[in-house]
């Protein structure tokens, strides 16, 4: 059965900094991972999708890599803001695609201190 | 604006009774779910519908119904047979790959 772990389950760093979550998985064989963040009380908005046959992807200040090999995805947020805390998790689907064949981390939190 | 509304956002359930959770959503998605959060813990997939009048038990089914009369809602029923419901309750959709998610009901047991 998959398992998907993140760590750390929580952080807390100043602004501007660079700052590093990572997520693992235990079965290599995955069909693409993706990242989430969530704010308290709400509901998941997904920040990066990344197929399986790809290596990382980037949006704004956002890079998300891939692993697949050794199970392991890392989530690189640069120059941080207050506005980036939130938890962030990890999701990794072992099937064609169908969010029935997700299996979600734990989840970071994270928390910029102005 | 095009999304998934969830009601309520609170939802309190007395012992014995059986509570719906609404979701509802206009961006045209064949298929939806329902995710169970725990503090701490990861989501947990309940049921989940690729069409109408058709779904699937997820992982954790068990205490729960659901039905899937039209494309745009998903309700969920929590039965008394669910002894532990406390739980933050998503609803998603998807469009091919990525998920889609309703900013949650948190339910309490009274």
């Known amino acids: 059965k998959q398992e998907v772990t993140q760590i750390p389950a929580a952080l807390s760093v100043p602004e501007g900094e660079n700052l590093v979550l990572n997520c693992s998985f235990t079965?290599?064989?995955?069909?693409?991972l993706q990242w989430f963040r969530q704010d308290p009380g709400k509901g998941l908005t997904s920040l990066l999708l990344i197929q399986s046959s790809q290596r990382e992807q980037t949006s704004g200040r956002l890079n998300a890599s891939l692993d697949k090999s050794s199970g392991r995805s890392t989530l690189y947020i640069a120059a941080s803001q207050p506005g980036d805390s939130a938890t962030y998790l990890c999701a990794v689907s072992h099937s064609g695609g169908g969010a029935d064949g997700l299996t979600f981390g734990k989840g970071t939190h994270l928390i910029i201190q102005p | 604006d095009g999304g998934i509304t969830q009601s309520p956002k609170y939802l309190f359930r007395k012992e014995g009774q059986n509570v719906t959770l609404s979701c509802e959503q206009n961006?045209?998605?064949?298929?939806m779910y329902w995710y169970r959060q725990d503090p701490g813990q990861g989501l947990r997939l309940i049921y989940y519908s690729q069409i109408v009048n058709d779904f699937q038990k997820g992982d954790i089914a068990e205490g729960y119904s659901v039905s899937r009369e039209k494309k745009e809602s998903f309700p969920l029923t929590v039965t008394s047979a669910q002894k532990n419901p406390t739980a933050f309750y998503l609803c998603a959709s998807s469009s091919a790959e990525k998920l889609f998610f309703g900013s949650g009901t948190q339910l309490s047991v009274l």
């Open positions: 961006l045209n998605h064949d298929a």
């Open positions: 079965d290599s064989a995955i069909y693409n």
